[in-house]
């Protein structure tokens, strides 16, 4: 299933490094999702785009900076990253933000910080 | 908000045997409960979904049973095979609301 592409799949930076996170899905989606994922952690929701617009960002430091330029893409820009920031990051997609709506998850990106 | 409960963190069972995963969850105002499946490496994949107007729902080995009124749901796995070894999330959302909340997953190891 190629519905929902994230690039990189694997990314390892240092704390003073600029990189960026890429989505994209082929699904006709209005709804796109940040999350993180860490070892033995409910998977945290970080940032909810609905037609380009940020509707949620839950209480993500600012080193972490979403852009949504349309709706088939969705970005996540990374600064001055902490060891801590290590985790999988998956995006996702859903046909609307109504909540009871299944999500379609991208395979991830794995991302470590020296 | 709402808080997912999910247990047990991990499940051993024979190939051939049963599997059952338990959540609970606090907001009765929740309405829809997906279930997510995670091999090694890969990304979390639905294999099933309730919502609060039925109490159960079964697709060839897998079934989800919805209990509004104690606030928890259970995924159940017959026959399970060794493919079916994964961790598994359960979530739940209102209606109305985009956000999922998700419970801390089930590693589940089927052995042969």
């Known amino acids: 299933e190629t519905g929902v592409t994230q690039t990189p799949r694997h990314l390892v930076m240092g704390m003073t490094n600029k990189k960026s996170l890429k989505c994209e899905q082929h699904l006709g989606h209005n709804a796109m999702y940040w999350y993180k994922q860490s070892a033995k952690k409910p998977l945290e929701l970080m940032f909810v785009y609905s037609l380009e617009e940020r509707v949620e960002n839950n209480s993500v430091p600012s080193r972490f900076s979403p852009e949504c330029p349309n709706s088939s893409h969705l970005f996540l820009h990374l600064h001055t990253l902490q060891p801590e920031d290590s985790a999988l990051y998956l995006c996702?997609?859903?046909?609307?933000?109504?909540?009871?709506?299944?999500?379609?998850f991208g395979d991830g990106t794995r991302l470590s910080i020296l | 908000g709402e808080n997912v409960e999910q247990h047990p963190s991990t499940l051993s069972v024979q190939e051939g045997d049963s599997a059952v995963i338990k959540c609970t969850y606090s907001d009765s105002a929740s309405n829809y409960f997906p279930w997510y499946k995670q091999e090694l490496g890969k990304r979390p994949q639905l294999i099933i979904d309730i919502r609060s107007n039925v109490g159960e729902k079964k697709d060839q080995r897998i079934a989800v049973t919805l209990n509004k009124t104690a606030k928890h749901f259970s995924l159940h796995i017959t026959e399970t095979q060794p493919e079916d070894s994964a961790v598994y999330f359960c979530?739940?959302?209102?209606?109305?609301?985009?956000?999922?909340?998700f419970g801390k997953g089930t590693m589940l190891l089927v052995s042969p």
């Open positions: 979530a739940a959302s209102i209606s109305g609301y985009s956000t999922l909340t």
């Open positions: 996702a997609s859903s046909q609307d933000r109504v909540g009871n709506q299944p999500q379609h």
